[in-house]
C-alpha cells in the first residue's frame, strides 16, 4: 500500500442500456456528449479525445483491465464505483461492477459510492433544452427498511471480496447527497446490524460534503476565507453528528466562489437570475487551486479530495470552466492535499481523486489526447515525493 491512499470516483456510464437508449436514442453513453461538444471560445479544449483507451465500452473486460493497469502504475489505490440504487430494487448501470466482482477481474481493489440522487433529463441537455422543462427519468427514493436489506444483500458478494477497500478493517461505503437523505441515521444503524450478522463487523461510512451549497453560499460570498471555512467546518460538523464515520469534502464549488470575489458573484447572480443569461464562468486553474484544499481536512476523519480540471459544456454549456488546468497545476495541488494527510494514521491517508473517468465533466485522469498520460504521471511523481517527505 502506498504512503497515501488515492482512491478515484469511477463512472460507469459508458456502455448502452435500454433506459438511456429510451431517454436519448439507441446507443447513446457519456461518450455521444463528450465526442460531440464544441469550443465556446478562442482556446476552449473541446471537444475532448481520448488517448490510449479510446472511446470505450465498459462491457469489455480488456477496458477495464487496462483502467486498473493504468490507475496502479500511478499510484491510486483503487477505484470507487457510483453505485445506483433507486429504492424498490431498481438500478442503472450496475453491469460493468457486477462483472468486476462476479469474474475476479481485474485484480484491482474497489468500492462502493452510493448516488442516491434523482436523474433528471436537465444533466444530460444544454439551456436551450433546458427552457423547455426538465423531466425526471429515475426518481430516488428511500422506501425504508425492507429496501435497505434488500440494498444490503444486493452488494454482500461485493462487501466479502478481498479487494473491497477497507479501512480499519470495516468496507468504505460513501453516499454522494448527505444532506437529502435525511433517513441516513437509520440506514447506517440499519446496516452496522447487518454487518455484524453477515461477518463484516461494521462499516466505514463516508459522506461526500460540498462545502458550498445555494443555502451556505450568500453566507460564504460575504465573508473571508477564515469565516468562510467555518461555513465549511458547520457543514461538515453537522453530517459527522448523523452516524458517517468521516466526510470526503468537495471544495470546487466552494473554490470557486472565493475565486470570483463578490461582486463578480453579484454580476453573475444578477444576469443569471434576473435577466435570463447564462454564461460560461471562467476560471484559472491555479486561482481555483488556491481555495481547493482546506485546513479542516487535517482532521483524522476528514478526506480531501482532488479535482484535476472543470468542463461540463458537453453536458450544459453555461456551467464553470476552468482554463490554464495542467498536469503541472495538478501536481501542485496534489503535494499539498499528501501533506495535509501526512500526520494522520497510515489508514486515515486517504485522498479522493475527483475522478477517474468523468469525461462529461471535464475532471478525469485518462489519457487524452491534449497531455497524453501527463495528469497520471504527475501524481505519480506527488505520491512519490510525499513518500520520502514521510
Known amino acids: 500500500m502506498e504512503n497515501n491512499r488515492v482512491i478515484a470516483f469511477y463512472l460507469p456510464q459508458y456502455h448502452p442500456i435500454p433506459e438511456n437508449d429510451a431517454w436519448w436514442g439507441p446507443g447513446f453513453t457519456e461518450w455521444t456528449n463528450v465526442a460531440a461538444a464544441k469550443p465556446l471560445f478562442r482556446g476552449h479544449v473541446q471537444p475532448r479525445i481520448p488517448a490510449d483507451l479510446g472511446f470505450y465500452d465498459l462491457r469489455l473486460p480488456e477496458t477495464r483491465e487496462a483502467q486498473a493497469m493504468l490507475a496502479r502504475e500511478a499510484g491510486i489505490e483503487g477505484f470507487c464505483y457510483y453505485h445506483y440504487w433507486f429504492g424498490e430494487g431498481r438500478q442503472l448501470l450496475e453491469r460493468p461492477f457486477n462483472e468486476v466482482v462476479a469474474s475476479g477481474k481485474p485484480d484491482f481493489p474497489f468500492c462502493l459510492c452510493w448516488a442516491n440522487h434523482t436523474w ?9 433544452s433546458r427552457k423547455q422543462g426538465s423531466r425526471i427519468l429515475m426518481e430516488q427514493l428511500y422506501p425504508g427498511r425492507e429496501d435497505n436489506e434488500n440494498h444490503f444483500m444486493t452488494l454482500l458478494p461485493a462487501f466479502r471480496d478481498s479487494r473491497y477497500i477497507r479501512v480499519d478493517g470495516k468496507p468504505l461505503f460513501a453516499v454522494f447527497d448527505p444532506f437529502k437523505f435525511q433517513d441516513a441515521p437509520a440506514f447506517l444503524g440499519q446496516w452496522r446490524e447487518l ?3 453477515h461477518g463484516l463487523g461494521d462499516f466505514h461510512f463516508v459522506a461526500v460534503v460540498r462545502t458550498a451549497n445555494p443555502t451556505s453560499v450568500a453566507k460564504t460570498r460575504l465573508k473571508g476565507a477564515a469565516d468562510a471555512e467555518a461555513v465549511a467546518r458547520e457543514r461538515v460538523s453537522g453530517i459527522l453528528a448523523r452516524g458517517y464515520d468521516a466526510v ?14 463578490l461582486w463578480q458573484n453579484a454580476l453573475h447572480d444578477l444576469f443569471a437570475q434576473y435577466l435570463g443569461i447564462r454564461r460560461p464562468f471562467l476560471f484559472r486553474q491555479a486561482a481555483i487551486n488556491k481555495f481547493m484544499l482546506l485546513e479542516l481536512e487535517k482532521q483524522e476523519n476528514v ?8 468542463d461540463r459544456t458537453p453536458r450544459s454549456k453555461e456551467d464553470s470552466i476552468y482554463v490554464d488546468s495542467t498536469p503541472d497545476e495538478f501536481g501542485k495541488l496534489a503535494q499539498r492535499a499528501f501533506a495535509l494527510v501526512a500526520d494522520k494514521q497510515a489508514e486515515h491517508r486517504i485522498v479522493f481523486l475527483k475522478s477517474w473517468n468523468e469525461w462529461g465533466e471535464g475532471n478525469y485522469m485518462e489519457p487524452d489526447r491534449q497531455y497524453g498520460r501527463g495528469y497520471l504521471e504527475a501524481l505519480r511523481r506527488a505520491i512519490d515525493a510525499s513518500s520520502k517527505a514521510i
Open 195 to 197: 454487518a455484524r450478522k
Open 120 to 128: 433528471a433529463s436537465s444533466t444530460w441537455t444544454n439551456a436551450k
Open 248 to 261: 470526503a469534502t468537495d471544495n470546487h464549488q466552494y473554490a470557486q466562489i472565493q475565486a470570483r470575489g
Open 303 to 310: 478526506y480531501p479530495t482532488l479535482v484535476p480540471n472543470w
